[in-house]
């Protein structure tokens, strides 16, 4: 597979085009980005670390029957994937109460949510990813109420799949981001899985292995993504 031109350049990741138009190559680079792009840093190593457990996850996923983009690794930065036509839309599933949860529902930090919630944002930085529901959805077009249900579907799936995953390494799934987008008519999981986009503690502890290291200058924050990924047998080099 021959890479061609940059599509796209996000925080975490570039998109480059390959010689196949149903493929892109994905670059998962060192940058790291908290609060909307507000604080950037380079982390040496994360972007390998990010790329070959978000490997891992994909391949897992896909083995629970759940359609990803992932195709194979390239390298210790590169992923092949499918080029999907994105859904501006995140999916949050919350196991326990963190983060914006806890900011605008006053609950406490910590608890356990059961069932666990869904809530969609708008993938957009500089509205700073607002909150929105399925009706905000249909009206401005941004995927139909069939997409709607199978993003519902597949990231509460992933949520089953994933808890048990983490649960079995001595680690607390609290919370994770999802996008989707369409391949050939079907709705697909795409972008990434990785410590960047959930947050993940401890069982016993409850210490934080995840990008909320970053966010709250706490400091060891590849360090704990490669412990996460020692805790999964994710082999790294
Ligand atoms: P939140 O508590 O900030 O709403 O985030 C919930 C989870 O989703 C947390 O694991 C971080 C992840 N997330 C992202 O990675 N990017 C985003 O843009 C959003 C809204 C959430
Ligand atoms: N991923 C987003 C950003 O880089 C939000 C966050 O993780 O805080 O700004």
Known sequence: ???RSELYAGKAKSVYYTDDPDYLILQFRNDTSAFDGEKVEQLERKGMVNNKFN?????TLEQAGIPTHFERLLGDDESLVKHMEMIP????VRNVAAGSLVRRLGVEDGMSLNPPTFEFFLKNDALHDPMINESHILTFGWASEEEIAQMKQL????????????DEAGML???YKLEFGRFHGQVILGDEFSPDGCRLWDKQTRDKLDKDRFRQGLGGVVEAYEEVARRLGVVLD
């Open 1 to 3: 597979m021959e890479k």
């Open 55 to 59: 490997a891992f996850i994909m391949q």
């Open 89 to 92: 839309v995140e999916c949050v």
């Open 155 to 166: 990231t509460l799936r992933v949520n089953e799949v994933l808890k048990r995953l983490f």
């Open 173 to 175: 799934l609290v919370d």
